[in-house]
């Protein structure tokens, strides 16, 4: 097959403010609202490629919109070829790193040119990268942050609607005990098949991630993610070593190059790439062909309509995280149907933006 040719013409950004339905209370920091930006490349050839970024602080939206300006008096005219301008957008940002802000707008260039291209070959975005549309099993990301306890049950069971196989528990209370009473609680009220996945974001030291995690053991949970500071892969690897629960990690790997060096140390079972930070589309299939060669399960983080496109087309593709903060965004929101993402056969990867929606929520 032959990629469309398409060049870049121009890059626009709108940041918008969207209420959360269910506030994701981590043991890092609550958030209530979504910070999203929103971009669309123009091509001179008529075609426009999307993408968004979740930008965890309202901050960093403008800051984001600086380096797209930046990137734009780079590749004005390029050739649409992700490949090589992520090439040579990393050898211009070499000095102060392709990390953060810079990888994020990075990332949305490259996502939204991969649309771009998608929509010019007439081809849902999975079928350009070498998959085709099918369902693809999801689990309920929303809710479930750190709080009071005699509620998550209740949340629990209703986050499983639309026939939802997995849904995530927020742990890090400040004593085990709370942990095991939140998992207790979730854990008593779902069905024993349902998958009950647990998130530390990090919150805990080595030995007190060592002991909640053996603790945890006992108690049918499906994975425990980020227990510890997320680049301590020696660390994790000893997590990994001492409890029978698989550990998660991943949503942090910058670039393919930080997953390498995880898999390297042994420091997960499953690994969960996020696709700004892992390198936008061009970033997912290294990190794709990676987990391939060492046969480890790989599911995604946030971003839930490109990420089940990319998933369809992954080897080793586990479960899509499902988030609904887009919904009110899309012309056409991701469908869940028995709890499996619907990829939507038509050009591109999904992305359509609501205008009044857009205008609405304007930051
Ligand atoms: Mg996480």
Redesign the pocket.
């Known amino acids: 097959m032959t990629l469309p040719r398409l060049t870049v013409r121009w890059l626009r950004a709108v940041p918008v403010t969207v209420p959360m339905k269910h506030a994701l209370g981590?043991s890092a920091a609550t958030v209530r609202t979504a910070p999203v930006l929103l971009v669309d490349l123009e091509t001179h050839q008529g075609v426009t490629g999307r993408a968004y970024q979740f930008c965890y602080r309202p901050a960093a939206a403008p800051a984001i919109v600086c380096f797209l300006d930046d990137i734009l008096e780079a590749i004005t005219g390029a050739p649409l070829v992700p490949a090589d301008l992520w090439s040579v957008l990393s050898k211009r940002y070499t000095l102060i790193g392709v990390q953060g802000i810079v990888r994020m707008a990075m990332a949305l260039v490259d996502v939204a040119s991969w649309d771009a291209l998608a929509q010019a070959a007439g081809l849902p975005l999975v079928r350009l990268v070498g998959g085709i549309p099918r369902p693809v099993p999801a689990y309920n990301s929303n809710g479930l942050g750190l709080m009071r306890v005699d509620a998550l049950a209740d949340e629990a069971e209703r986050l499983l609607e639309r026939g939802f196989r997995g849904v995530?528990l927020r742990l890090g209370y400040p004593t085990l005990e709370e942990d095991l009473a939140a998992v207790r609680a979730v854990r008593g009220r779902i069905s024993d098949d349902i998958a009950l996945m647990v998130?530390y974001?990090q919150a805990l030291t080595m030995a007190e991630a060592i002991r909640r995690a053996r603790a945890l053991d006992e108690e049918g949970v499906y994975w425990i993610?980020?227990p510890i500071r997320h680049d301590d892969y020696a660390g994790c690897a000893q997590i990994a070593h001492a409890a029978a629960t698989p550990v998660?990690i991943g949503?942090n790997f910058s670039q393919v190059y930080d997953m390498e060096k995880a898999l390297a140390a042994g420091a997960c079972d499953y690994v969960?790439p996020d696709l700004e930070r892992i390198g936008g589309v061009t970033g997912w299939q290294r990190a794709s062909a990676l987990a391939a060669g060492a046969a480890v399960p790989l599911s995604s983080?946030l971003y839930p309509e490109v990420s089940a496109q990319l998933l369809a087309a992954t080897p080793t593709a586990h479960w899509l995280?499902y988030v609904d903060w887009m919904t009110p965004l899309l012309a056409e929101p991701l469908r869940i149907v028995d709890g499996m993402a619907v990829i939507p056969d038509r050009p591109g990867n999904g992305l359509l933006w609501n205008p009044g929606a857009v205008r609405r929520y304007a930051a």
């Open positions: 981590t995530k998130d974001n993610e980020e998660q949503e969960m983080h995280e």
